[in-house]
């Protein structure tokens, strides 16, 4: 087929990249900018208001071009138009991939079995803003008369982290006089520790499952609504007051007593992790109210439009897809830090983890054939400067390379004393020292014994790309996160795999189901495992019965 690229190492860019990196990887980020006076603004790039310093990367011109060369190699302006046109490229599910549809606007028409999807989607957004007006303006009454308070999202995975880190990320725009609470672990803790100090009167529950059939979601469901009947004396009627869903299974929201007027729906061309800005949000409106969440929404558009239409050599998505990969199949880099210097976007390396991990932790090429090169990288991180004090020596002088992503902002959304100032010298001096290090002359020269010496040396050539943004705003939000998403399907487009399906969490599923009996009945089960997880079991019966 003509659209089918060349099984990936055989493409003559790569079999370049293979060559090229014998030389490049001996070269230390000190000469590449000695070399090159320019280099800390001739190698960055800006669109849409995100800056992209990418000059302390382990690359030349060469390596970009050659990446760059990839890239087409590899079909992914092709790959990008199919899915920019609903075209059904998560082959395994037979589903169109567009979440870059929930963020388009009215006048936008994309196609899915030749059906316009965008009148839906602006359907759903009105129905959410109308529903979100009616809470935050105290109109919508529980059971008892009392205005809702609380709002509870139950969900798990994509139906949970999106709108953690959302609430999380803009708090500094959410209504006060609300408090949200997340509930996702099948843990009891989780929902016992949220609704502790809560009344069952003042609090909605949204449950957030694109199946509805999520175990998690499900039992915790059942519970908070459980929860909600003992503490409003039993009426069932209270339950429409009290919980409204998100899905695309309307059979199954019904079933469990919401009524489908209050559900607010999505389709399944939104995958679980690329959903936060479809009514999965929901709860992201209630807290930050619809002009907010449209903002958002612009974001992430304005970035999908850069990604679709900026040449590669300029485009950010395009640029951070490459480097990761740069980092993972050459240099052999098993991760990626994530390091945002704000505060509020603490929760964003766990959202990018399942973004990128769920995505391209794979092992097979979309035909089926196991692939001969590694994929998709372990995502982790914490914010600044907190993580100095933790894991960077790591990071700084341990035998690891660990690509670094720091993102930071100019405006500060709490201006106290030099705090803001501290914080950037901090993330400037960060990727500073990992780039260049300091050299056991430098360290002598300090005074320092000479015993003590190769303990104080920083070798630098410690890659990072560091993200800077005017200020952290819904806008800002959804650009950010439409870079991550674009990046993650650069690198599944190079490595030719389904970035879309997530089978690997089905086979935990399956068997977790099939032990709750076995650790619920009364008579002894006859179990049929491995030796081991026999064991495990009869010795948490054993601690059960005699508890
Ligand atoms: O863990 C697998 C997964 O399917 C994720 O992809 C998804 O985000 C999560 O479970 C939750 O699924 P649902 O929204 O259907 O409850």
Not at 57 to 67: F, Q
Not at 324 to 334: I, Q, R, T
Not at 521 to 534: F, I, K, M, R, V
Request: proline share 4%; aromatic share 10%.
């Amino acid at each position: 087929m003509e659209n089918t690229p060349l099984s990936l190492v055989d493409r003559s860019a790569w079999q370049s990249l293979k060559t090229h990196f014998e030389t490049i990887s001996k070269s230390h980020l000190r000469e590449l900018f000695a070399n090159d006076p320019e280099r800390g603004t001739r190698l960055s790039a800006e669109a849409v208001g995100i800056f992209l310093d990418y000059s302390k990367n382990r690359i030349d011109a060469k390596t970009l071009e050659l990446l760059l060369q990839l890239a087409k190699e590899s079909k992914l302006r092709e790959r990008m138009d199919a899915m920019f046109s609903g075209e059904k490229i998560n082959t395994t599910e037979n589903r169109a991939v567009l979440h870059v549809a929930l963020r388009a606007p009215k006048t936008a028409s994309i196609l899915v079995d030749g059906q316009d999807v965008i009148p839906g989607v602006h359907e759903v957004l009105d129905k959410m803003a109308s529903f979100c007006e009616r809470i935050r303006s105290k109109a919508w009454s529980g059971h008892t008369g009392k205005p809702i308070k609380n709002l509870v999202n139950i969900g798990i995975g994509g139906s949970d982290l999106g709108p953690v880190m959302a609430y999380e990320a803009l708090r500094h725009y959410s209504d006060r006089s609300l408090t949200f609470r997340f509930v996702s672990n099948i843990d009891g803790t989780d929902f016992a520790e949220a609704v502790l100090d809560l009344d069952p009167a003042e609090t909605l529950f949204i449950v957030s499952s694109k199946t509805f059939t999520t175990l998690e979601t499900m039992t915790n469901a059942h519970t908070a609504r459980a929860w909600l009947l003992q503490g409003l004396g039993g009426d069932e009627s209270a339950v429409a007051k009290h919980f409204v869903a998100v899905s695309t299974n309307a059979k199954e929201v019904s079933k469990f007593g919401i009524d489908t007027a209050n559900m607010f729906g999505f389709w399944d061309w939104v995958g679980g992790r690329y959903s936060m800005d479809s009514a999965i949000g929901l709860s992201t409106m209630l807290a930050i109210g619809p002009d907010n969440f449209r903002a958002m929404l612009q974001g992430f558009h304005e970035m999908d439009e850069h990604f679709r239409s900026a040449p590669f050599e300029s485009n950010l998505p395009v640029l951070m897809g490459l480097l990761a990969l740069w980092y993972s199949n050459f240099f052999e880099a098993s991760t990626v830090a994530v390091l945002p210097y704000e505060q509020y976007l603490k929760r964003f390396p766990a959202y990018l983890q399942q973004l990128t991990m769920e995505s391209n932790g794979k092992h097979v090429t979309l035909d089926g054939a196991v692939v001969g090169y590694q994929t998709g990288a372990i995502y982790w991180g914490e914010p600044g400067t907190n993580g100095q004090h933790s894991f960077y020596q790591l990071i700084h002088q341990g035998t690891r390379l660990i690509p670094c992503d720091f993102i930071a902002f100019n405006q500060p959304l709490n201006q106290v004393g030099r705090h803001h100032d501290i914080l950037l010298a901090n993330v400037f001096a960060q990727a500073e020292a990992l780039a260049f290090g300091k050299t056991s002359d430098e360290v002598k020269a300090e005074g320092t014994p000479d015993w003590l010496v190769p303990h104080r040396v920083f070798e630098g050539n410690r890659p990072s790309n560091l993200l800077l943004i005017d200020e952290l705003t819904p806008n800002t939000l959804g650009k950010l996160v439409a870079l991550y998403e674009h990046s993650v399907f650069t690198q599944g487009v190079i490595w030719n795999i389904d970035s879309f399906d997530q089978w690997g969490v089905e086979l935990g599923k399956v068997l977790a189901n099939r032990i709750v009996p076995e650790l619920e009945g009364q008579d002894e089960p006859n179990l049929a495992h491995d030796s081991s997880t026999n064991n495990l079991i009869r010795r948490y019966r054993r601690a059960k019965q005699s508890a």
